[in-house]
């Protein structure tokens, strides 16, 4: 099984910007996709972006421009770049792993607050 282990989280001010980390570890199966999810107050969980070992992406329409995932497979991380953030942004963002068996991480909170 894959463990997961965000960082990077913490309080940021409308227009500013975050990276997320997502170290995993165990057994890594390919191919695999990672990424990450985010889960506000009174919503939802909803995708934020996904990456393929190979660099296939899919973003939230909410992130796109803002927000660009990266992925550094020889370390086995996923990264998540938070650009011109926004009050809306703010919820707890966990990172997936998807195969063979799907993981999640713990979560990080993000808070966007002037």
């Known amino acids: 099984q894959v463990q997961l282990v965000e960082s990077g989280g913490g309080l940021v001010q409308p227009g500013g910007s975050l990276r997320l980390s997502c170290a995993a570890s165990?057994?890594?199966?390919?191919?695999?996709?990672m990424g990450w999810y985010r889960q506000a107050p009174g919503k939802r969980r909803e995708l934020v972006a996904t990456?393929?070992?190979?660099?296939?992406?899919n973003y939230a329409d909410s992130v796109k421009g803002r927000f660009t995932i990266s992925r550094d497979n020889g370390k086995n991380t996923v990264y998540l770049q938070m650009n011109s953030v926004k009050p809306e942004d703010t919820a707890v963002y966990s990172c997936?792993?998807?195969?063979?068996?799907?993981?999640w991480g713990q979560g990080t909170q993000v808070t966007v607050s002037s």
């Open positions: 997936y792993y998807s195969y063979p068996y799907e993981s």
């Open positions: 165990g057994r890594i199966f390919s191919p695999n996709t």
């Open positions: 990456m393929t070992n190979v660099g296939s992406t």
